[in-house]
């Protein structure tokens, strides 16, 4: 079963612009993400895609292949639909470009999901809060399973509400989402082909659009190690351990990628 790992890259940011480029370490903040993406064991391939020639000229540089797409497209879902239109594959892995220290083994883990289970079409991870007040920030994302491993919803807002205790219960309650997922393919360009749903416009998450036209989510429970960078003040934090990790030479060694033909 061929696998590939895409990294959807855009240079806006409302919080931090052009941050996929920020390099305070010598590398651009996306070439991290990307040698982390190379680092897991299933995708035979990783790209990046981008509609911005600099992300692009960046990609060149540090030797990752860069597919370039419209700039019309409304989420990193569509980008990455288009890029792989072509090409032969069966399960694609969408990475988001700001998580410079994602877990290698979680990416694999959203791949294994579809692998395991022939029926599923797309699959995402979730991991245990560690503490209530991250509950309760909007900028984390929950999400609530059934007892087969299935999303029912996802939501900015804290869910379940716990009534006994005003909103908040216990963090061990609640599923903090992480954003990465993988689709096969066919699915891929199905759902991103329909309109964008009500829902996924107000809590501005697009995985609520295969939710709202009845298509199943698996979820899979992994070890939340890492945050995404959505403001400089994160960027800076990241920075410093990467520093304090390089003085302690913890070096990583990229592994080459067989690659995918296009049909």
């Not at 790992?5 to 991290?32: E, M, N, W």
């Not at 600099?54 to 990193?76: D, L, N, P, Q």
């Not at 205790?165 to 997922?181: A, W």
């Amino acid at each position: 079963m061929k696998v590939l790992a895409c990294i959807p890259a855009r240079y806006g940011s409302t919080r931090f612009p052009a941050k996929v480029l920020a390099k305070d370490t010598g590398k651009f903040l996306i070439q991290h993400t990307y040698e982390r993406a190379c680092l897991a064991k299933l995708p035979e391939k990783v790209i990046i895609t981008t509609d911005d020639e600099r992300i692009a000229a960046a990609a060149e540089s540090f030797g990752a292949e860069c597919v370039m797409t419209s700039a019309k497209h409304k989420s990193g879902t569509d980008r990455i639909a288009e890029a792989v239109a072509d090409m032969d594959v069966d399960i694609v892995l969408n990475v988001q470009a700001d998580e410079p220290e994602i877990d290698p083994a979680n990416i694999d883990k959203a791949a294994e999901l579809l692998i395991g289970n022939p029926d599923a079409q797309m699959s995402t991870l979730a991991a245990e809060f560690q503490t209530v007040e991250q509950v309760s920030d909007p900028n984390i994302v929950k999400v609530i399973t059934d007892n087969k491993s299935r999303a029912i919803y996802f939501s900015r807002s804290v869910i379940p509400y716990d009534r006994e205790k005003s909103g908040v219960g216990k963090s061990q309650q609640y599923l903090r989402h992480i954003g990465i997922y993988a689709y096969r393919k066919g699915f891929l360009l199905k759902i991103t082909a329909l309109p964008q749903t009500p829902l996924e416009k107000i809590e501005k998450l697009e995985q609520l659009r295969a939710i709202e036209n009845g298509f199943p989510i698996i979820v899979g429970k992994v070890k939340h190690t890492s945050d995404g960078i959505d403001t400089p003040q994160q960027y800076a934090e990241f920075v410093k351990r990467y520093k304090k990790d390089r003085n302690n030479n913890k070096k990583l060694v990229i592994p080459a990628k067989a690659g995918i033909q296009k049909n």
